[in-house]
């Protein structure tokens, strides 16, 4: 009989199978990262994981999304806390995304990038003006920035 899970365990397994999905990612590579270790490490089955994901494609999505958002909260937090877009609050924050481990992006190869390309959704693969768009999000916590800075330069 299949498992029936109310709104808060179906939100508790949703992010453990995140969560998970993310480390066998980063430590085997998205190849060698199967649906079945993920489930079975969440404490479903298989099956039940499509349940939540149509695909392993759009779970990839999925992890991007919820670390995103995560790290989109983590800044809220960090200017909340300095009291604003201090010198210290900025230094924490291009602190955190140069040596922060959650971004998945550093843990796929070329050809991750490129199947995901063709079978994911779009909004896996951030287009240039998605790029533009964050890294100006974040300049613009910076008071005294010089007007003449390439963003591009910056995000990359």
Not at 31 to 55: C, H, L, M, Q, W
Request: glycine residues 4%.
């Amino acid at each position: 009989m299949p498992a029936i899970f109310n709104d808060e365990k179906r939100k508790q397994v949703r992010i453990k199978l995140l969560e998970n999905g993310f480390e066998h990612i980063k430590h085997f590579g998205l190849k060698r990262t199967s649906i079945e270790d993920v489930a079975k490490d969440s404490g479903i089955a298989k099956g039940t994981f499509y349940n939540f994901f149509p695909s392993k494609e759009e779970f990839v999505a999925s992890i991007i999304s919820y670390k995103r958002e995560a790290y989109k909260q983590e800044i809220k937090v960090l200017v909340s806390e300095s009291g604003g877009n201090t010198k210290e609050c900025i230094r924490k924050i291009l602190k955190r995304m140069a040596f922060g481990d959650d971004n998945l992006y550093a843990y796929l190869k070329d050809e991750d990038l490129a199947v995901l390309a063709t079978r994911a959704p779009k909004s896996i693969i951030p287009m240039e003006e998605d790029v533009a768009i964050t890294t100006s999000v974040l300049l613009n916590l910076i008071p005294d920035k010089r007007p003449d800075y390439d963003w591009q330069v910056i995000a990359n």
